[in-house]
Nanobody, 115 residues
Framework: QVQLVESGGGLVQAGGYLRLSCVAS????????VGWYRQAPGKQRELVAR???????NYAHSAKGRFTISTDNAKDTVTLQMNSLKPEDTAVYYC?????????WGKGTLVTVSS
């Protein structure tokens, strides 16, 4: 089992920034990949950004150039720096971890971007 706890969501104006963090209950050395997904009202959950244990990253097209995912293995934390936020970024953001062929999810943190 891996517990994931997100923090850092909130209300921000368009053009602003937020930094989301997710702390895992297991060492990142046992996790093959971590990432952030989001789900807007009435829409399906979608990948925002993901990073593997080897450091490879992939981003949704909408996130490229604005969002940056990074990990701190010493703190078992994954961070999503979100800049130049847009109203369409409004969603619940979920942390995800893949470990031993299992996937784990946090409870989510709400990001609201006002125009």
């Amino acid at each position: 089992q891996v517990q994931l706890v997100e923090s850092g969501g909130g209300l921000v104006q368009a053009g602003g920034y937020l930094r989301l963090s997710c702390v895992a209950s297991k060492s990142f050395f046992s996790i093959s990949a971590v990432g952030w997904y989001r789900q807007a009202p009435g829409k399906q959950r979608e990948l925002v950004a993901r990073i593997t244990s080897g450091g490879s990253t992939n981003y949704a097209h909408s996130a490229k150039g604005r969002f940056t995912i990074s990990t701190d293995n010493a703190k078992d934390t994954v961070t999503l720096q979100m800049n130049s936020l847009k109203p369409e970024d409004t969603a619940v953001y979920y942390c995800n971890a893949a470990r031993l062929d299992m996937e784990y999810w946090g409870k989510g943190t709400l990001v609201t971007v006002s125009s």
